[in-house]
């Protein structure tokens, strides 16, 4: 039992991987259909993003609401790379309805595959590099951080939008295929079986690589951080250095997430960069349980799947109310969410009541 204990949050977590796995090959023997599928790996693109919320929210008490733009970042040099390919390096519609002649130097780069991949985590890490750096030098932490990360995320927003001729405006780039070509159709399969296990493992990479992180004195060192900056700033260590690591690191993941969302959606629009779509981010980690990586994980699936087969019909108008309300019971109630619950409230719920039995029994 100690070692169920030891190793409880890992067990779930392969417990869903194993569930994953299982749905291509349900896939083939026609269980289940291909939007389920690619629905799932737009799931997996977002647990993999809130995975890297967690590791500032939860470990290190960095609320931040602008992460949908590191998001957004991974999922337009992805779509830019796509796009490129689609057209053989030649201009896009939007580009020649915008005025353009020739392709444009910021759209160049992505005309190689390798130097995409480069992009599509260096520009999420250098912007939040440039952004922790000056923000956590100066110690600007708490509401303020959140704030001013909604501020930026909404200026890119703007910008994006007003640089129509080279992003498409708020329409985005779209009619775009994966890295392996078309994923959709029964003549496709193969390619979204390829691809799903290729998100997977990805995902299963990102666990692994945070796990270890927060089991490590680097992860002690961010909950001292979350539970008592003050006191780390006096024990000796440059906390603004950590807080900026673990920003980056958690910017690279979004853009990861962000690029592989691309894959299964087919397009990346700027409301992919918005304030809303940040704190949908932080409903899922608050909901599945901050704190925990696991739960992280969880969130992100629940909340979406709920989304998906909710939000239809009278839903459509009532799932924000309902979603809303959970967060909000969520955080008044049960802070530790999903997982605090299910580990801890009723577990120390049961031991109350068998402990109260056995006093009544012995008197």
Known sequence: MSIFKKHEHNIYFAVIIAALAVMPILLAAGVVGAPIIIFLGKCIAFAIVAIGLDLIWGYTG??????????????????MYLKMQATGGQITEFMHTGGLSKLPLIWKPFLSMPLALFLMI??????????????FKNRVKGVY?????????WAAYSIFIAMSPYTNGNIGITEIRSVLGNIRGSANQGKLLILFYAALIILALAYALSIYLVNTKFGKLLIAIRDGENRTYFSGYRVSRYKTFIYVLSACLAGIAGAVFVNFNGSITPSQMTVTFSINMIIWVAIGGRGTIIGAVIGAFLVNLGEYNLSSGRMVQLWPYLIGSIFCVTILFFKGGLMGLFTEQIPELIGKIKGKVKNNDAS
């Open 62 to 79: 960095i609320l931040s609401l602008g992460h949908g733009l590191y998001f957004a970042l991974g999922g337009y040099a992805m779509a």
């Open 122 to 135: 260096a520009v999420p890490a250098a912007l939040a590099y440039v952004i922790g750096y000056f923000i």
């Open 145 to 153: 951080f959140s704030i001013i990360s909604q501020a930026l995320t």
